[in-house]
């Protein structure tokens, strides 16, 4: 069964750096591009960044210079690193998977909450 798992969020203060995870399983982690996106009560989900099953990245021009995404296939996991954290940045993050038609996969969010 396809799963991804987020960790890492919490509680921060303005300027302090987080890392999220996220763990896939069920899947042949290596070849999706796996991506972050994040979402504020009663907005949309919004793009964060994307890394593809060859490495390279994209990033929102929200958080291009802070985050970094990056991704360990040996250990089926992808990760975001956000340093420079604002009070803008507070979301529930969540991790995607996805692979040519198939539908993306989600995981179940995770809390990031930046203090100004």
């Known amino acids: 069964q396809a799963q991804l798992v987020e960790s890492g969020g919490g509680l921060v203060q303005a300027g302090g750096s987080l890392r999220l995870s996220c763990a896939a399983s069920?899947?042949?982690?290596?070849?999706?591009?796996m991506g972050w996106y994040r979402q504020t009560p009663g907005e949309r989900r919004d793009w964060v960044a994307t890394?593809?099953?060859?490495?390279?990245?994209n990033y929102a021009d929200s958080v291009k210079g802070r985050f970094t995404i990056s991704r360990d296939n040996a250990k089926n996991t992808v990760y975001l690193q956000m340093n420079s954290l604002k009070p803008e940045d507070t979301a529930v993050y969540y991790c995607?998977?996805?692979?040519?038609?198939?539908?993306?996969?989600w995981g179940q969010g995770t809390q990031v909450t930046v203090s100004s």
């Open positions: 069920g899947i042949m982690f290596s070849i999706y591009a």
């Open positions: 995607t998977a996805n692979f040519g038609q198939s539908p993306p996969l």
């Open positions: 890394i593809t099953a060859s490495g390279t990245t």
